[in-house]
């Protein structure tokens, strides 16, 4: 696991993950090195509420924040975590924005789980995510942000797949070999 980590240093990546509990081990490592490493932590998450996201895997000290899309707030509340709610899960607009203030405030480097495409396109059509995700992924570039999106390939075509792909530096399957394929990669 730490020589997938070794390669991600830094770069954009795209986690292809169906219920992979490796998958999840990384995704964990991934935010808990950048809360270590004093880097704000946010989730961009469909679905699940906050406090589902907010699990040991960032020390409680961190910045943290999520952006919940498709839930609706519970009461539940942790002074030390930022949390914003879009409602809609197609309102790509509103979560925009959202998102784009998060990153114009946020002070020093940011960690972003985008928890996930598999998701997101269940609302939204293919290219609508696609010019979505062009525009997150130059904003993260700008930000210097470190950002990894969860995508289930085996509910999506193969076309779908290398579409989303494109707009990341990596791309890891680690049911694959090598596990991990970096744009720069021959």
Not at 87 to 102: C, W, Y
């Amino acid at each position: 696991m730490q020589s997938v980590i070794d390669r991600l240093d830094g770069v954009t990546t795209l986690l292809l993950c169906g219920s992979c509990a490796r998958t999840d081990e990384l995704c964990g490592r991934l935010l808990a090195d950048g809360g270590a490493a004093g880097r704000t932590v946010l989730w961009v998450s469909f679905g699940q509420s906050p406090s589902e996201c907010l699990d040991d895997t960032v020390a409680a000290d961190a910045d943290r924040a999520v952006l919940a899309v498709g839930t609706t707030p519970t009461g539940e509340r942790d002074d030390d975590v930022t949390v914003e709610v879009i409602s809609t899960p197609s309102d790509l607009a509103a979560l925009g924005i959202k998102l784009s203030q998060f990153i114009a405030e946020t002070d020093g480097e940011l960690t972003v789980c985008f928890d996930s495409l598999t998701e997101l396109l269940g609302h939204v059509a293919v290219e609508t995510a696609y010019e979505f995700l062009h525009t997150v992924t130059r904003q993260c570039y700008l930000a210097d942000a470190r950002a990894h999106f969860h995508l289930d390939p085996t509910v999506h075509d193969a076309q779908t797949v290398a579409s989303i792909t494109s707009l990341c530096d990596a791309r890891v399957d680690l049911d694959s070999t090598p596990p991990v394929r970096a744009r720069n990669d021959r």
